[in-house]
């Protein structure tokens, strides 16, 4: 549903996503997870990222969506995608309003199977990081990864290629990177890019 005043994106988007879920889907073997792609609500929006704390048990150091896994109060991805948003970044849900979800995806380094959900929010509201899983929160403009000459392919020394970003000494890849890529194809943003500008992922955005 279009809101008043919204920019057209965000009708055009919600119209090429899922429905949101009412409720959770059984995940099988793996752990119920879900992470927010938030977008500000402009007419040249930014995406919320966030750069996990150095010390967690997985993906320390690296770019990443807002999100975590379900807890048992958490009815819905939605709910587990704003609760942790709220837990991480200080954005309570009463100011997100999600517009629909991308397919789940296997996060098979940690067993999760998370859904992906859209949603938008007005960008004004003070936003800060909970100090223990997020030292710092990154807000690209989607004009900036949408542009070529940020986008690359990152490969894994183990082995393995993905889409991937490297903006100024930052370095967005791996899950994330294959989400927000999906993300701009998905709202028709994505512009041409040289897929075969492969770079290794830096030491730095590589601890498991």
Request: proline content about 9%; hydrophobic content about 45%.
């Amino acid at each position: 549903m279009s809101h008043a005043g919204e920019p057209t994106w965000v009708a055009q988007l919600a119209q090429r996503l899922e429905p949101l879920s009412t409720a959770w889907e059984p995940s099988g073997a793996g752990q119920a997870a879900a992470v927010l792609a938030l977008l500000s609500l402009a007419d040249a929006p930014d995406l919320v990222l966030t750069m996990r704390a150095a010390d967690l048990a997985h993906h320390a150091g690296q770019i990443s969506l807002p999100g975590g896994r379900r807890e048992p109060g958490d009815r819905a991805p939605s709910d587990t995608a704003l609760r942790e948003t709220y837990e991480e970044i200080d954005l309570p849900p009463a100011q997100v309003r999600p517009i629909g979800q991308m397919c789940p995806r296997e996060l098979a380094v940690s067993a999760n199977l998370v859904v992906p959900v859209v949603g938008v929010w007005s960008g004004q509201e003070a936003i800060a990081v909970d100090g223990h899983e997020v030292e710092s929160i990154i807000r690209w403009p989607v004009s900036l990864l949408a542009a070529p000459g940020h986008r690359l392919m990152a490969h894994h020394p183990i082995g393995g290629h993905g889409p991937a970003w490297q903006i100024d000494d930052l370095f967005l890849w791996g899950f994330t990177g294959y989400l927000v890529d999906a993300l701009l194809r998905l709202a028709g943003w994505e512009q041409d890019w040289d897929k075969d500008h492969i770079v290794e992922v830096p030491a730095r955005f590589r601890k498991p």
